[in-house]
């Protein structure tokens, strides 16, 4: 039989006392390291802006008085789909470049947690989608972000047409002044390139003029020329 009276109760109890402390005190902190955490994270700005067109097909579904047929339903979820699409794209080509300015330090922690909050959501936006559109059609849940991707595409397409329309009455305002001023320097160009052309011609004219005038002058001072003797017997030529 065990000796219970030999036992020393006191000496213990004192490292079970120990244990439950520690694992009490564990358990508070974590508790409340996870309570702060939530509050800090719910108090973080929002990556993205409010959900407008999710909030639009939760407001049409739960609807009572008149209730919203199923095909406005379809597309506004068709809608939801396509923003979170557009979320997703975002998300996507920011994260690589976040995860590089962390690394160097250049961004803080509260960004990236901002980033992985909105990580999260947008998982959980993705699921709920399809399975509001399975709960529409059995399988639609598999093509409706194929849809949705057609539609976002269509619709940046149609975006830039709208900027490139936009901007043609300036582009074609430009390029009439630019077409003006072309067409203006290149006619200076002629009527200077025509005026050294008449200013070159005058010039081989006097030239040419001058040259028989001589010869005639010479010819004439040659006729006038006599022969003349001189007292040491030599003939000398003289003017008439």
Do not use: C
Request: charged share 25%.
């Amino acid at each position: 039989m065990w000796p219970f009276d030999a036992v020393d109760w006191l000496m213990l109890l004192i490292p079970v006392a120990y244990l439950f402390i520690l694992i009490g005190s564990l358990t508070v902190f974590s508790n409340l390291y996870r309570k702060r955490q939530a509050a800090a994270a719910s108090s973080l700005e929002p990556w993205f802006p409010p959900h407008i067109q999710r909030n639009v097909y939760l407001s049409l579904l739960h609807q009572e008085e008149p209730k919203a047929p199923d095909s406005i339903l379809k597309a506004a979820l068709l809608r939801r789909a396509t923003e979170d699409i557009h979320r997703i794209v975002q998300i996507r080509n920011a994260k690589q470049a976040l995860q590089v300015l962390l690394q160097r330090g250049s961004v803080g922690d509260d960004l990236w947690k901002r980033f992985e909050r909105a990580e999260k959501d947008i998982e959980e936006e993705l699921r709920d989608v399809v399975q509001e559109a399975n709960a529409f059609a059995p399988n639609w849940g598999q093509t409706i972000f194929q849809s949705a991707s057609e539609m976002a595409q269509n619709n940046h397409i149609r975006e830039r047409l709208d900027e490139v329309l936009a901007k043609a009455p300036k582009e074609s305002q430009w390029w009439s002044s630019r077409r003006a001023e072309i067409s203006g320097s290149f006619m200076k160009e002629l009527d200077e390139e025509k005026i050294r052309s008449r200013e070159g011609s005058v010039a081989g004219t006097g030239s040419v003029v001058g040259t028989p005038a001589a010869s005639v002058a010479g010819s004439v001072m040659g006729d006038d020329a006599v022969m003349v003797e001189s007292p040491s017997g030599k003939k000398k030529k003289g003017k008439k």
